[in-house]
């Protein structure tokens, strides 16, 4: 009876730390989501000093900043992977460069405990058709353990990434080691349970390695533990390079790049930073611009003029994107063809959806010069038509 009690009771805790962790994905996607405005604007005016300006400190200092929120973006982007705002979606994907990421990602948590990390990451790695998001999770978990662990060791702590490629299974391989005090052998065979965790009360929810296996496995590969001679613990995953399907194996038609052509464009933004900054980057290349702060104002713009393309924002007060496109698709049918849909939030299943349903075109935000000028002058084929 008393060990049935405590199987409830852990039940219980483990049930409301997961419901932390779902909060906490939430918190981590409405910050991410909040912090693309001012990164489009920080990285788009930058671009556009740069544009302006003449070789010489001022350059050189105008491209440090600009790489320093480049790299802010990358870090937003992967805020949103762990949040999971996504649907399961496999690309050809380069493991080595997820690996960088995840490092990069986790470099100040492991920067203050004073963790060395060191990548030795094989140079002849084919590209993998995989889910980026799952396989980033899974590096995020597996260097989050293997950081935890080593908390309470002395230095040196040291998580040791290893990646090679395997011609004869046709896998790549991933391993994870660390200089921590390892797993006990009695406990080796429960690592991978759904709730099972050897941190104290409120420090993990003991799903972490569960769902990293359940990632790999669900890749077609294997996730294993092995132990190291001397203390530590190594992970090794083991993945299929996987196929793609064959309608998309097949090379993308790549359009060369249009003349400039002045074009009439009305970007509809509530962010007055935002909204001035595509204003500024299209008539930089000639275009004519007007903007519009919500929904109905871009209503009454679109009602007296014509435009070969407009710019929404998704996320708008009072009238939100996806009601603009359709109120647009009613009131002045085909205009809603010419829409270019500016978001931070593409990896939302609601706006995912909306966008896959229409076929519209989307800038993500945070966003460059070059990503605007790309739409502007080879936008899908049933812009403007």
């Known amino acids: 009876m008393k060990e049935r009690t405590q199987q409830r009771e852990a039940q219980r805790a483990a049930l409301f730390q997961a419901e932390k962790v779902a909060a906490m994905d939430q918190l981590l996607a409405g910050v991410a989501h909040e912090l693309n405005n001012p990164l489009s604007a920080i990285v ?68 203050i405990d004073n963790v060395e990390v060191t990548c030795w990451l094989g140079k002849d790695l084919p590209q993998m058709w995989a889910d980026p998001h799952q396989l980033q999770q899974v590096l995020v978990n597996l260097l989050t353990n293997a950081h935890h662990a080593m908390r309470a060791a002395a230095p040196p702590r040291r998580i040791v990434l290893t990646t090679r490629y395997e011609t004869a299974t046709d896998r790549v391989v991933l391993t994870v080691a660390d200089s921590g005090p390892g797993v006990p052998t009695d406990l080796q065979t429960r690592i991978f349970e759904p709730f099972f965790t050897t941190k104290s009360p409120g420090q993990g929810t003991g799903l972490g390695l569960s769902l990293c296996r359940g990632i790999v496995e669900g890749h077609g590969g294997a996730l294993r533990l092995e132990t190291t001679p001397g ?15 064959t309608a998309l194996e097949e090379a993308p038609v790549v359009e060369p790049m249009r003349p400039t052509v002045s074009k009439t464009i009305l970007v ?115 812009i403007g038509s």
């Open 268 to 382: 509809v933004d509530d962010e007055p930073d935002v909204a001035t900054l595509l204003a500024e980057a299209l008539a930089l290349d000639g275009h004519q611009v007007d903007t519009a702060h919500n929904g109905s104002d871009a209503l009454t713009r679109l009602r007296g003029r014509a435009y070969d393309l407009i710019f929404s924002d998704m996320k708008m007060p009072g009238m939100s994107g996806a009601e603009f496109y359709r109120t647009v698709a009613q009131n002045l049918p085909g205009v809603e063809r010419r829409m270019i849909f500016v978001t931070g939030d593409s990896m939302n299943v609601t706006t995912r959806r909306f966008l896959e349903e229409t076929g519209a075109a989307s800038l993500g935000k945070p966003f460059g010069i070059a990503e605007i000028r790309r739409l502007v002058h080879a936008p899908p084929a049933s």
């Open 231 to 245: 203390g530590g613990a190594t992970f090794v995953a083991e993945l299929p390079i996987g196929v793609a399907p």
């Open 44 to 111: 788009g005016y930058t671009q556009l000093m740069l544009m302006r300006s003449d070789s010489g400190p001022m350059a050189e200092q105008l491209d440090r900043v600009a790489q320093s929120a480049q790299r802010c973006t990358r870090i937003v982007t992967n805020f949103r992977s762990l949040a999971r705002q996504h649907l399961p979606q496999r690309h050809r994907v380069r493991l080595n460069a997820l690996v960088e990421e995840a490092v990069e990602l986790l470099a100040c948590p492991f920067r």
